[in-house]
């Protein structure tokens, strides 16, 4: 796929400055990918939505650079500028996706039950299972080797990449994006104590999960099902990869979770929140909207204002380290004679 300059600037809805002193400076140059302003050449298009990256513009062989007005007057090549060059980039990366398509038609070795119900341009990739009252809306897309179980409902122009699982009962909203090896309503960590001798009687886990509409999951994520009510993932939330959401969990709409982050069981995490890699949340507490959580932070409990939270312990020199460890492991003794010395000065008052 190519596209000139202009086709590209009316798709970002950007405007085009063409510098005439580039070697491929035309409005109708052809672009045929993207690529960072250090490995660009001509024919591909650069952007730029870091300022640390400035430096790298004067000397990029991009065709043209994806760039906000402010930096514009130091672009020497030609220049696609709008207020958010990193959405321009996104639009343009969509724009030129060379993606397959997740499946093609209905595979002659899917097994779909008889009763299952099919909407138009439905896809269904090889060895695929579709159990019994399941419904496929117009344009859902399943990957090769999914298994989508009893009464699954998957709303319109969702796709589901290859190996994933969906338990009974799930539904999914539309335009939804689901990456391999995903596992959504599996059972939840339900069990009850039997004796002192840790012996373990499993709870059935008797809800579902209902995911909204756009909703984006990231390979090998894992979505339990609620114990008695449903696990509920709300519109426009976006998952990275190797996430855990226990039971009962409700995440709001358009939150935004990274790699590897885990949240226990009925908690509740309000709307356009963003939660970093390996993120710790604690079960039966509750988060505000639009709260942030930097990488490793651990939260323990409820948190009723909106802000940025962290406690993950940076990286250090291994010395460096050990000293402050050393530290922390005095600190009850210090505190114990800090208290003893006041005890001392209130009495000598």
Not at 97 to 106: E, H, K, L, R, W
Not at 203 to 221: K, N, R, Y
Request: proline share 3%; with cysteine.
């Amino acid at each position: 796929m190519s596209y000139t300059l202009a086709e590209i600037a009316k798709h970002i809805n950007a405007k085009l400055v063409v510098a005439q002193s580039s070697e491929c400076s035309a409005a109708n140059s052809i672009i045929s990918s993207l690529a960072t302003l250090a490995n660009a050449k001509s024919g591909q298009v650069a952007f730029l939505a870091n300022s640390k990256y400035v430096p790298q513009l004067s000397s990029t062989k991009a065709s043209a650079v994806i760039v906000s007005p402010d930096v514009l007057s130091q672009c020497p090549v030609s220049a696609l500028v709008m207020d958010n060059p990193y959405m321009g980039y996104a639009l343009l990366a969509n724009l030129l996706d060379t993606t397959p398509a997740v499946a093609s038609g209905i595979h002659k070795s899917a097994v779909i039950a008889d009763d299952v119900i099919l909407g138009d341009n439905v896809s269904i990739g090889a060895n695929s299972v579709i159990e019994s009252g399941a419904r496929l809306d117009d344009n859902v897309s399943i990957g090769a080797g999914c298994f989508i179980g009893e009464k699954v409902s998957i709303g319109k122009g969702t796709r589901l990449w290859s190996n994933i699982s969906i338990y009974h009962h799930v539904v999914i909203g539309q335009g939804g994006l689901i990456q391999a090896n995903t596992v959504i309503g599996s059972d939840g960590f339900g069990y009850a104590p039997v004796n002192a001798q840790y012996k373990w009687h499993k709870i059935p886990q008797l809800g579902s999960v209902v995911i909204g509409d756009h909703v984006e999951i990231g390979a090998s994520t894992t979505i339990d099902r609620g114990a008695l009510e449903n696990t509920i993932i709300k519109d426009g939330v976006i998952l990275d990869n190797q996430i855990q959401i226990a039971h009962n969990v409700i995440i709001g709409e358009n939150t935004a979770m990274a790699a590897c982050s885990v949240i226990a069981g009925s908690t509740v995490i309000g709307k356009n929140c963003t939660i970093a890699g390996l993120v710790g949340i604690n079960g039966h507490i509750n988060i505000t909207d639009n709260c942030i959580f930097t990488g490793m932070a651990m939260v323990t409990k409820n948190i009723t204002n909106s802000g940025v939270y962290s406690s993950g312990m940076p990286a250090a020199p291994n010395k460096e380290w050990n000293k402050t460890n050393a530290r922390v492991k005095r600190l009850d003794s210090l505190t114990k004679r800090i208290k003893a010395l006041e005890t001392l000065i209130e009495n000598q008052s």
